[in-house]
């Protein structure tokens, strides 16, 4: 009888192992994909060499956007009179924000602490969830606690600057 008794420990470890490789996975797959769907925005806030910098003055907001004048601030760039930025808590109408403008088009990104904050927020909401999956699936609470403590700082400053 032995044998029985050894080959469930081993099974018991083949599944054990399972979960924590198919749980581990899950939760770097939710950080890379937070960290994909930030740099998406952050690239164009963080890596302003060459880029065209200004401010726009939000005259009017729809429904998903705003729009207002461009005044560019650095060298090279060109004044327009109508650029869009995604409406958010973060944007008012009558207020002006520091912004870049992305490349080919006239869309802006709020730019400064600010901006770079803001564009790593879906990052932020991924540490989150990495954290249930890490505390739940992997058993590893304390590591569950660093996730979830750099998710909600990154959260918690990107909405107190803005």
Request: aromatic share 6%; proline share 4%.
């Given at each position: 009888?032995?044998?029985?008794?050894?080959?469930?420990?081993?099974?018991?470890?083949?599944?054990?192992?399972?979960?924590?490789?198919?749980?581990?996975?899950?939760?770097?797959?939710?950080?890379?994909?937070?960290?994909?769907?930030?740099?998406?925005?952050?690239?164009?806030?963080?890596?302003?060499?060459?880029?065209?910098?200004?401010?726009i003055e939000v005259t009017r907001c729809g429904a998903d956007?705003?729009?207002?004048?461009?005044?560019?601030?650095?060298?090279?760039?060109?004044?327009?009179?109508?650029?869009?930025?995604?409406?958010?808590?973060?944007?008012?109408?009558?207020?002006?924000?520091?912004?870049?403008?992305?490349p080919g088009s006239d869309a802006v990104l709020r730019s400064?602490?600010?901006?770079?904050?803001?564009?790593?927020?879906?990052?932020?909401?991924?540490?989150?969830?990495?954290?249930?999956?890490?505390?739940?699936?992997?058993?590893?609470?304390?590591?569950?606690?660093?996730?979830?403590?750099?998710?909600?700082?990154?959260?918690?400053?990107?909405?107190?600057?803005?």
């Amino acid at each position: 009888m032995p044998s029985a008794v050894s080959s469930s420990q081993g099974a018991v470890a083949v599944l054990r192992f399972g979960r924590l490789a198919a749980m581990g996975a899950v939760a770097v797959l939710i950080v890379v994909a937070g960290a994909w769907g930030s740099w998406g925005t952050a690239q164009y806030v963080m890596l302003t060499k060459g880029r065209e910098r200004g401010t726009i003055e939000v005259t009017r907001c729809g429904a998903d956007t705003c729009t207002g004048p461009f005044t560019p601030v650095s060298p090279g760039a060109r004044a327009r009179g109508n650029v869009v930025i995604d409406k958010s808590v973060a944007v008012k109408r009558g207020q002006t924000y520091a912004v870049i403008v992305k490349p080919g088009s006239d869309a802006v990104l709020r730019s400064g602490p600010a901006g770079v904050l803001y564009a790593w927020v879906p990052l932020g909401g991924a540490l989150l969830l990495a954290s249930v999956v890490v505390a739940g699936g992997l058993r590893a609470v304390r590591a569950a606690w660093v996730l979830a403590g750099a998710g909600v700082a990154l959260l918690t400053a990107a909405f107190a600057l803005l």
